[in-house]
């Protein structure tokens, strides 16, 4: 055996690093810390549940030697089993959802798996639903075991005994709050226990997402009717026995589309290529960090690879089909303005006013353009310091001579509650966009604040 060599590929498993998040967090005070699990040797955290529940079903006599292994997967804890199968010489048939991208169900073909595909949107209960034909398929073939990922208890137990342990080694347990994803719930709930036993003030906050009824039944103890939703590997239509709610302090629940654009963020600005729960996961860590009063060091398990979803999330007429593609100019002038840090705190200058007054307000307030205002609070001009210099450097204008003199009408006034691209045109066109607030004058927008606003979106 080679030194330092491993003797199989699901030695291989587990010892993924840890690493801090630099642009996605700029806007918040607290730290976000991310776990690799795609860099695990099937890309996800799942190869840990694969080997360790197979593992626990031949110690436990319920997988035997020639046996063939069932499992619902949305496709990374077949990949785990297939690759435990393959090792140790078993047959594999797996039952999936058909909102699962394609990538997903050609790997675990490629592994030697037979593949069964059924209707996503219909209930776990009815017998075409993945959860009804994984169980009949187990009944049915002789000799076969049903993994069952969402009421196999050795899934959280996997996180209790190596994800866990090994997060809290790498870190020596300095962080504040633990977040992940949940599915089958084996995640949070094996991780949130075994921190909870070692740091009593951790914060367990699981990431859910709109439609799914986890977060709402931990939250109120009611069932309520699941909605279709397109991210996958997060949220459930029913409660998995995995769950152990009393370690669980908190639930951020977050949509497709934002979870979708901030996977796409975590490649391009971090360099991440992750799947879309790991997007959503970070969307509901800088939701959690916003509410906080105390920034906070949070740890963010980061479930699957990016390669799953190349043909989907990671691909622009996907994206743009399904319109998840953000135009920038799709929002309100409003939300434009709160994230240039914009607070309605226009400064105008009387018409009455002179050239060197406006002069002396736009050097001391760092302004390049001015609203005029009239007695009636009415804007009767901008005046601009690119219109200003060259006139009374070439003596053109004098410094005690009426504003009137130097401003333009190259304004558009709208209201904080029109979309952008009402004055889209205008504003690439170096017009400048005066705005109102409940018929207030309250900001101005220029062409620099748009591609300000485009960039941190990154759509340029
Ligand atoms: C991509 C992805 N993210 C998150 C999860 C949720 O993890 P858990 O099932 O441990 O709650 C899963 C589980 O299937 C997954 O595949």
Redesign the pocket.
């Known amino acids: 055996m080679m030194k330092g060599a491993k003797a199989n590929v699901l030695e291989a498993i587990g010892g993924t690093p840890i690493v801090k998040l630099n642009y996605v967090t700029k806007d918040i005070e607290s730290e976000i810390y991310v776990k690799l699990e795609y860099m695990n040797p099937g890309g ?3 190869d840990r ?1 694969g080997s360790y529940m197979l593992d626990q079903a031949v110690k436990e006599g319920k997988l035997k030697p020639g046996g063939t292994i069932i499992e619902g ?5 077949g990949v785990g089993l297939a690759m435990w199968a393959a090792i140790h010489g078993y047959k594999c048939i797996f039952v999936l959802a058909d909102k699962q991208s394609k990538e997903k169900i050609d790997n675990l073909r490629a592994f030697g798996a037979k593949v069964v595909v059924c209707p996503t949107n219909v209930q776990p209960e009815d017998p075409r639903s993945y959860y009804s034909v994984s169980k009949r398929l187990s009944e049915t073939i002789p000799n076969s075991f049903y993994v069952n ?1 969402y009421d196999n208890l050795h ?2 137990d996997t ?1 209790y005994t190596w994800t866990a342990p090994e997060m809290y080694e790498q870190t020596s347990g300095d962080f504040d709050v633990f977040m ?11 991780c949130g226990k075994y921190f909870k036993e070692k740091m009593p003030n951790v914060q367990i906050v ?1 990431i859910d997402c709109v439609g799914s009824i986890i977060a709402h039944y931990a939250k109120t103890g009611e069932m309520c009717e699941a909605h279709s939703y397109v991210i ?3 949220g459930e239509d029913f409660i ?1 026995e ?1 769950y152990d709610f009393s370690v669980i302090d908190d639930f951020e629940v977050v949509g497709d589309k934002e979870s979708f654009l901030m996977t796409r963020k975590l490649l391009k600005y971090e360099g991440i290529y992750a ?4 997007g959503a ?1 970070i969307v509901g860590a800088i939701n959690y960090a916003k509410k906080q009063k105390e920034p906070k060091k949070i740890l963010v398990l980061l ?2 690879s990016g390669n ?1 979803y190349a043909s989907k999330i990671y691909n622009d007429d996907w994206m743009s089909d399904n319109g998840y593609l953000d135009s920038s100019f799709n929002v309100q002038i409003k939300d434009v303005l709160s994230d240039l840090g914009k607070n309605g705190s226009i400064i105008t200058i009387n018409d009455s006013a002179t050239i060197g007054e406006a002069i002396t307000i736009m050097e001391e307030k760092g302004m390049s353009q001015l609203p005029v205002v009239n007695k009636a609070g009415e804007v009767v001009g901008l005046c601009a310091e690119k219109n200003l210099v060259k006139p009374v450097v070439m003596g053109e204008f004098q410094k005690d001579d009426n504003i009137s003199l130097a401003y333009t009408n190259k304004f558009r006034i709208v209201d904080r509650n029109e979309l952008l691209e009402t004055v889209a045109d205008a504003l690439l066109k170096k017009e400048v966009a005066i705005i109102t607030k409940d018929g207030k004058l309250s900001d101005i927008l220029t062409e620099i604040d748009i591609l300000q606003y485009m960039s941190s979106k990154g759509s340029i």
């Open positions: 996800s955290t799942k549940i997967t949305s496709g990374n804890t990922q899934n959280r996180h992940a994803g949940v599915g089958t719930g084996g995640t949070i709930t094996g699981g996958e590997g997060i998995p995995n799947g879309g729960s790991a996961a479930h699957d799953r």
